[in-house]
């Protein structure tokens, strides 16, 4: 069994991830678990990326769609997931996805030292010389 590697395509305000399980889409308000049997298809097309869903003969299908995300990454994306999908779907992938609020943020990661602060470190403090020792 082959790893699967972990995608993801960032695009505007959506966050579209898989790692071999469900694929995830991340918006600023929801955040959508998609398990794969759901998935009918999925459809990359220049900077766009449709996660069509299965529905029976008299539904229209549920689509899940994130725009200007990298092209060459959509490929990779559409492909990478397609080889993921199951033989047998469910008949009604709706269903089968949850939504949630998004996760808060862990406020570690969200700072981020300004370019000030990273200019500071590399540059030499004001009274010292490049031979004197006593600074």
Do not use: Q
Request: aromatic share 2%; charged share 25%; proline share 10%.
């Amino acid at each position: 069994m082959t790893a699967t590697p972990s995608l993801v395509l960032r695009g505007g305000e959506s966050v579209l991830r898989f790692a071999g399980g469900p694929v995830a889409l991340r918006r600023p308000d929801k955040e959508h678990h998609i398990p794969l049997a759901a998935i009918s298809f999925v459809h990359a097309e220049g900077r766009s990326v449709a996660i069509v869903l299965t529905a029976s003969g008299a539904d229209e299908p549920t689509i899940y769609r994130a725009a200007d995300v990298d092209e060459s990454g959509a490929l990779a994306f559409a492909e990478a997931v397609t080889a993921a999908l199951p033989d047998t779907p469910a008949p009604d992938g709706a269903a089968l996805v949850t939504t949630s609020a998004p996760r808060a943020r862990d406020p570690r990661r969200t700072r981020r030292p300004g370019i000030a602060t990273a200019l500071a470190a590399l540059l030499p403090r004001k009274g010292r010389t490049s031979g004197d020792p006593r600074g």
